[in-house]
């Protein structure tokens, strides 16, 4: 039996497939799967050995899609579900089952305030589309595979940071999905220990802005490390505090305790850190810790993010208590250090 599994992006989007595509290979005798995706995204996937080919929209959709038919499926997932997947479906022309965007339910949450989502993971929501094939979820979480040549060693950090380090993940694809830099500022001061800032190139200056106070207590790593070093950083870190965005789903796979921080989306949408037994009612703690402030009316205000608040004011955010959340770091720290 021959499998394609499509979700074209995000980072995190596409770790949250990873359940899926684990159960997949294991529960089906003498499966072969295949994942279509972005290039960008192509290595999330390269190095998982639940994969057997990877296929990426380097020449467009139609050049794809050619290459796509001389495979022969016999099954399409489509965990992303859109006009670009329709248009894969229809030319292959095989059995294909599609994940519940439950767009409407979304709409409803976002702009009238109703809770009709589901008290589950999208993990779950994901695993809906193969239970026609007899897979289930086997509750052992998210995977990322970091490749064997990627290896930071103490002589990428500072040797102040060698014993344990506290992870904040400062980046976010849309500004409202973002901590400011004076609340990062004001948390990384009151966290009494070493910590590495993790994002890509383009959160290099915000870093740059949080570190001046504390080069020594405090290392930009934004935009000197790819996505698997980026990982590995990660996966070694004590305790993770991160936007919502790719990394937060990361650490998430390598079972780190997080603390999410939520500013104009909602952990509602079913995107919160996912251990692989979780629900949003029912939190693993001292695993996952989310930060969001229920109170305003107007959040959620959307179901992705954007380049700033539409009311101006950006609340969701900025009245987070920095406080709490280090008390918190420190309270993870300390039962790391016994266990």
Request: net charge positive; proline share 5%.
């Amino acid at each position: 039996m021959k499998v394609l599994i499509i979700r074209f992006s995000s980072i995190g989007d596409i770790v949250l497939t990873t359940p899926v595509v684990r159960c997949l290979k294991q529960q089906k005798e003498d499966v072969e799967l295949h994942y279509l995706t972005k290039s960008v995204f192509r290595t999330i996937l390269d190095h998982n050995p639940y994969i057997d080919k990877v296929h990426c929209m380097d020449d467009g959709l139609p050049a794809v899609i050619e290459e796509l038919k001389k495979e022969k499926f016999d099954y399409v997932i489509d965990l992303h579900h859109n006009i670009r997947t329709l248009r894969v479906k229809r030319a292959l022309n095989v059995m294909s089952y599609s994940f519940p965007k439950l767009n409407i339910r979304k709409w409803l949450l976002v702009n009238l305030k109703m809770n009709l989502m589901p008290d589950k993971s999208v993990v779950d929501r994901y695993f809906e589309t193969v239970k026609p094939l007899g897979v289930t979820n086997d509750t052992k979480g998210l995977d990322y595979f970091i490749p064997g040549d990627v290896n930071v060693t103490h002589n990428d950090v500072p040797m102040s940071h060698w014993a344990g380090y506290v992870g904040c993940v400062i980046g976010g694809s849309y500004n409202t999905k973002k901590l400011p830099v004076a609340q990062w500022k004001e948390l990384c001061a009151s966290i009494p220990y070493p910590v590495i800032l993790l994002g890509g190139p383009e959160d290099r200056e915000e870093g740059r802005q949080i570190a001046e106070q504390d080069t020594v207590k405090i290392y930009n790593a934004c935009g000197k490390f790819s996505l698997n070093e980026s990982a590995e950083l990660v996966k070694y870190a004590r305790v993770i505090v991160s936007n919502d965005t790719g990394l937060m789903h990361i650490a998430a796979a390598y079972k780190k305790p997080i603390i999410s921080l939520w500013g104009n989306t909602s952990p509602l949408f079913g995107m919160f850190p996912y251990y692989g037994y979780n629900n949003l009612k029912e939190r693993v703690a001292p695993l996952s810790h989310i930060v969001e402030n229920e109170e305003l009316s107007c959040h959620p205000c959307s179901k992705l993010g954007y380049s700033r608040c539409p009311k101006g004011h950006f609340k969701c955010m900025k009245n987070l208590n920095m406080l709490k959340i280090s008390t918190l770091v420190q309270e993870i720290w300390k039962s790391t250090q016994q266990g």
